[in-house]
C-alpha cells in the first residue's frame, strides 16, 4: 500500500490558478481530524460563500471555488480572501478573478 504521509502541521496554500477563470483549486493540510471552514469573503469582510464546513480526518485536501456565491450567482472581477479555520489555525489568503 502506498499511503501518503499525514502533514506535520496545519496549512493554506495559496490557491491556484491566480489569478483565475473559471475556476481555482485551493488546498490545504490538517495534522489532526478536526472541525474545518474554508469561507471566501469579499474586501468588505461580506461572506460570499463558504466552500466546506465539517470535520476532516487528517491529511491533504483539494477544494475547488467556480467563483460563484452562495446563492450560484458568478461575481465581479477582483480581489477576494479564502480563510480557512481549523481548531485553532486561521490562515487567508488572496485570490483573484480576473474575468
Do not use: C
Amino acid at each position: 500500500m502506498n499511503q501518503k504521509p499525514v502533514p506535520q502541521a496545519f496549512a493554506l496554500r495559496q490557491n491556484y490558478p491566480n489569478p483565475f477563470n473559471p475556476s481555482t483549486r485551493i488546498e490545504y493540510e490538517l495534522p489532526t481530524t478536526s472541525q474545518v471552514k474554508i469561507s471566501v469573503y469579499n474586501l468588505n469582510g461580506q461572506l460570499v460563500q463558504t466552500l466546506f464546513h465539517g470535520e476532516q480526518s487528517a491529511g491533504r485536501y483539494t477544494i475547488s471555488w467556480d467563483g460563484k456565491n452562495a446563492n450560484g450567482n458568478s461575481i465581479a472581477s477582483g480581489l477576494y480572501l479564502v480563510r480557512m479555520e481549523a481548531g485553532r489555525y486561521a490562515a487567508v489568503r488572496k485570490t483573484v478573478i480576473a474575468k
